[in-house]
């Protein structure tokens, strides 16, 4: 899998938007950019993925820079329940396995 | 929404005891895995299986541990010798294809 450059730790207001960036410059043409989340105690949770275009989902949205190098997971509005491990992982269509890297630590502050 | 359930959700064992760890994926999915996590580290690929057979696994995954469908809904990793240093949460998920749907894991501690 190709290798993803996440901040160790962010932290963020309570209900104001969040921004995770992921550097991804060794993408290669086949590569989705997935997001998970892990919450404490928790198992990995799918929040979403791209290839080109940005997407939108019930739990986020995901900008991905035009050169495809990089990209921003966007809550648009954090809650205490968003406190999590954020990973930002490259896979292909042919990849079903997982490596997960450290991810960013994300803390709410009321 | 459908989810993947692991049992027990937390297993004491004796080193050197066999151990097995179980799952019921959700009932359309077709590829399995199993991950570990050991305390304050990465989240790890353990094995993947599809069409009852592995398809994959990483250099974790050594003669003693082994997986098995047995009967269509429960997918089981079972360790044969348990070391001290299997002590770890065990993720189990299963895919349709490409996103995997994980279970809350079992916390396994080897003493």
């Known amino acids: 899998d190709a290798k993803t450059t996440q901040p160790n730790s962010m932290e963020s207001n309570e209900e104001e938007p969040v921004h995770l960036p992921c550097n991804h410059s060794t993408i290669s043409g086949t590569d989705y950019i997935h997001w998970y989340r892990q919450l404490p105690s928790q198992g990995p949770e799918y929040v979403i993925h791209g290839l080109t275009s940005n997407v939108n989902n019930r739990m986020a949205s995901l900008a991905i820079a035009e050169d495809r190098k990089s990209s921003t997971l966007i809550l648009h509005r954090a809650t205490l329940r968003d406190a999590a491990v954020y990973y930002c992982i490259l896979r292909t269509n042919r990849d079903d396995k997982i490596i997960f890297g450290k991810g960013t630590r994300l803390h709410i502050l009321p | 929404e459908p989810e993947v359930t692991q049992t027990p959700s937390h297993q004491v064992t004796q080193m050197g005891q066999e151990v097995i760890l179980r799952c019921v994926p959700i009932?359309?999915?077709?590829?399995f895995y199993w991950y570990r996590q050991i305390l304050g580290q990465k989240v790890e690929f353990l094995v993947s299986?599809?069409?009852?057979?592995?398809?994959?696994k990483s250099e974790i995954f050594d003669d003693q541990f082994s997986v098995e469908r047995p009967d269509g809904s429960n997918f089981t990793l079972k360790i044969r010798s348990t070391k001290l240093e299997d002590s770890a949460m065990y993720f189990c998920a299963s895919s349709p294809r490409n996103d995997n749907t994980f279970g809350s894991g079992t916390r396994l501690t080897v003493v």
């Open positions: 299986f599809y069409n009852n057979e592995i398809s994959e």
């Open positions: 009932s359309n999915h077709l590829y």
